[in-house]
């Protein structure tokens, strides 16, 4: 136990301008061949809401940089080293996620005063859209944990066991995450019934939709009602209708059965009795 002999506060001078060199690398486990450095490959900074800093760094809209912005959210370039890698001054990450460390952690003290853990994650991808499967393409994004503090002791001893300095330092921890999607170059059968699957259902959304808003909600909607829907007859009485007809067909079938039929003589005489179509008996008279 030591009795604390005498306290003193100091504060490193334009802490923001420290900078931080990130330094990694990405292997696909499943597809070896998608790897890479970050000295290899680019990438940009997420910045949330600062305004100033899009505009101060050139930001764009996508993190592959197609489309210039000048307003947040954007992307904007890291700074980069003779060998590629890159890095940043700890302001700008603080601006990114629209923090200070004069902003109050807790207990009325800033950060500056109690330190911050700040998560730094990294996400990789290399799918493009349209264009399929490209190069790996990372993007930044710090986010600093709200309320957070951080702080390291380093014991300085004047005499072993008998008096020390003790630092009790606060700082801006930073802790990497790494993650992200990187597709090979082949066909997938299981993203192929993803994909049919999820565009069928919005189909069936966006149609039911239509309709409701057609039939119950626009000025219109009793003439769509009436073109929508097709009034049919009782199909039941449809049925029974035919099923009439058939048998009518067929009795007058037999009724036609009975009709006369000539002998097989040409030249005999007609029979002088013969049924007409109608079934009457019809009389045949010769006259000279």
Request: aromatic share 12%; with cysteine; net charge negative.
């Amino acid at each position: 136990v030591y009795d604390v002999a005498s306290e003193r506060t100091n504060y490193v001078m334009a802490a923001e301008r420290f900078t931080v060199l990130i330094d990694h690398s990405v292997l696909a486990t499943s597809i070896r061949h998608l790897q890479g450095t970050s000295s290899a490959l680019s990438g940009r900074l997420y910045v949330k809401k600062s305004h100033a800093l899009c505009e101060e760094y050139g930001g764009s809209v996508t993190m592959r940089g197609l489309v210039e912005t000048k307003t947040a959210p954007c992307y904007i370039r890291p700074n980069t080293t003779s060998r590629g890698l890159d890095f940043f001054s700890l302001d700008v990450l603080l601006r990114a996620d629209d923090v200070s460390l004069d902003d109050v952690s807790y207990d009325g003290k800033t950060y500056r005063e109690t330190g911050a853990s700040l998560i730094f994650e990294i996400t990789y991808q290399n799918f493009r859209g349209w264009p399929g499967v490209g190069e790996i393409f990372y993007s930044y994004t710090p986010m600093v944990v709200r309320g957070s503090s951080y702080k390291y002791y380093d014991a300085i001893y004047a005499e072993y066991r008998e008096r020390r300095h003790l630092l009790n330092q606060h700082g801006i921890y930073v802790e990497a995450v790494q993650g992200g999607e990187l597709r090979g170059r082949g066909f997938s059968f299981n993203n192929l019934l993803i994909q049919l699957t999820t565009s069928l259902t919005l189909f069936a959304t966006a149609t039911v939709l239509t309709d409701f808003l057609a039939i119950y909600v626009l000025p219109d909607r009793n003439h769509y009602n009436d073109y929508k829907y097709e009034v049919t007859p009782d199909f039941s009485d449809m049925r029974h209708e035919l099923e009439e007809r058939e048998r009518g067909l067929l009795a007058g079938q037999i009724q036609a059965s009975d009709l006369y039929r000539p002998p097989d003589d040409p030249d005999a005489a007609p029979d002088p009795a013969r049924r007409s179509a109608d079934g009457a008996i019809t009389d045949w008279h010769d006259e000279a």
